[in-house]
């Protein structure tokens, strides 16, 4: 690969690699382009981009190349100014806020999602609808509440739950605010 190449990417980048394959949907030839990243907060992590330039099939993935220990991030959400802490939430962490009953397991291609704790919250929001459309989401009380933080804030409690010691949380006033505590979960089988 050519410096100026890796240059073009970002300051980043480690390795650019780029070969071709078949597309899962149209059959024709598809360019997949991978990415080596050293990631502030993250470490080095692979982004895999799939794209058919046919019929516009296209999927990226970011996927985390180091292992660190098990840990739990606990936030504390008290106001409005606490929905702008940053998350960082690995591909592999669950996410719970036990005051609204809302518990997220990844999935077998979660992706690595950076957002903010009103992002979750939007997305929490949306998932509950989606409920209510399908019949399951039970009464207006979820909706509802969520609805209320997002508008004036409130008080709950946000937990990542990572096995891979990648995610993060990060309080407007920074990580001394008093607001994260980061816990190192032992007596988990290491591998």
Known sequence: MLVDELERVTVYA??????WAECPFCESSMKIREVVYALPKVGRTLMVTRKCSKCGYRHVEVIPLE???HIRVYYRAEGLRDLYARIVRSNVA????PELGVSISPGAIAPLMITNV??????????????QV???GGSGEALDTVKRLLERGGRFTLILDD???LSS????GGVS???????VVEGILEE
């Not at 669950?94 to 806020?97: A, F, G, M, Q």
């Open 14 to 19: 480690e390795g650019v690699y780029e070969f």
């Open 67 to 69: 292992k660190k220990r």
């Open 94 to 97: 669950s996410i719970e806020i």
């Open 118 to 131: 009103e992002g979750l919250l939007y997305m929490v929001l949306e998932a509950i609808k989606s409920l």
């Open 134 to 136: 399908l019949g399951e």
């Open 163 to 165: 096995p891979m010691g």
């Open 169 to 172: 949380i990060e309080p407007p």
């Open 177 to 183: 605010s008093g607001k994260v505590i980061v816990e």
